[in-house]
T-cell receptor, first 118, second 113 residues
Framework: GAVVSQHPSRVICKSGTSVKIECRSLDFQATTMFWYRQFPKQSLMLMATSNEGSKATYEQGVEKDKFLINHASLTLSTLTVTSAHPEDSSFYIC??????????????FGPGTRLTVL | GENVEQHPSTLSVQEGDSAVIKCTYSDSASNYFPWYKQELGKRPQLIIDIRSNVGEKKDQRIAVTLNKTAKHFSLHITETQPEDSAVYFCAASKDNQGGKLIFGQGTELSVKP
């Protein structure tokens, strides 16, 4: 499989500050990455699709000015939570869409970032 | 839009028994069905997947079956072990969705030694 890293793994910040989360595909290029949010004991909620070189596509109900996504290269996408508030506290997970040896495009997930906003 | 329903939400089995998790999907155009395993606080990991041109796929103790007519697919784990305990998610996608997955609600599997 492919390896996707995410940094930081945990972050605690004060209300009103911005937090940037990085998602990297370490061994394969990924023109498409996805950002999810996961609440305890719940499924993965897709926030947005990040495409290299173009604007991200946000899911309904997700504020694009609140959650800024930048896919600057074929191996890096970043999610910035702007003016974070306690309700933004969550587990954020990215994934990279990768095709290995001509097989089906498959999503490989990063380890997640636990964000706590005080 | 596409909807994926997953059952049961929790499943408890004795070590060595089999476990079956079922998913149904609504969009008949869906043609790719992966299963992910997520341990507590960890990343979802792909454990097996199937495309719509086959009805069954097996990898050691894990198998997935697909019934396109009924629009449902199932994960089968045989000879369960305590390390199989985790949350399992099914998902569905189709070719013109740019790889976007629609996830089921998840099943928390507990394997008791």
């Amino acid at each position: 499989g492919a390896v996707v890293s995410q940094h930081p793994s945990r972050v605690i910040c004060k209300s009103g500050t911005s937090v940037k989360i990085e998602c990297r595909s370490l061994d394969f290029q990924a023109t498409t990455m996805f950002w999810y949010r996961q609440f305890p004991k719940q499924s993965l909620m897709l926030m947005a699709t990040s495409n290299e070189g173009s604007k991200a596509t946000y899911e309904q109900g997700v504020e694009k000015d609140k959650f800024l996504i930048n896919h600057a290269s074929l191996t890096l996408s970043t999610l910035t939570v702007t003016s974070a508030h306690p309700e933004d506290s969550s587990f954020y997970i990215c994934s990279a869409l990768i095709r290995i040896r001509g097989y089906t495009d498959t999503q490989y997930f990063g380890p997640g970032t636990r964000l706590t906003v005080l | 839009g596409e909807n994926v329903e997953q059952h049961p939400s929790t499943l408890s089995v004795q070590e060595g028994d089999s476990a079956v998790i079922k998913c149904t999907y609504s969009d008949s155009a869906s043609n790719y069905f992966p299963w992910y395993k997520q341990e507590l606080g960890k990343r979802p990991q792909l454990i097996i997947d199937i495309r719509s041109n086959v009805g069954e796929k097996k990898d050691q103790r894990i198998a997935v079956t697909l019934n396109k007519t009924a629009k449902h697919f199932s994960l089968h784990i045989t000879e369960t072990q305590p390390e199989d305990s985790a949350v399992y998610f099914c998902a569905a996608s189709k070719d013109n969705q740019g790889g976007k997955l629609i996830f089921g609600q998840g099943t928390e599997l507990s394997v008791k030694p």
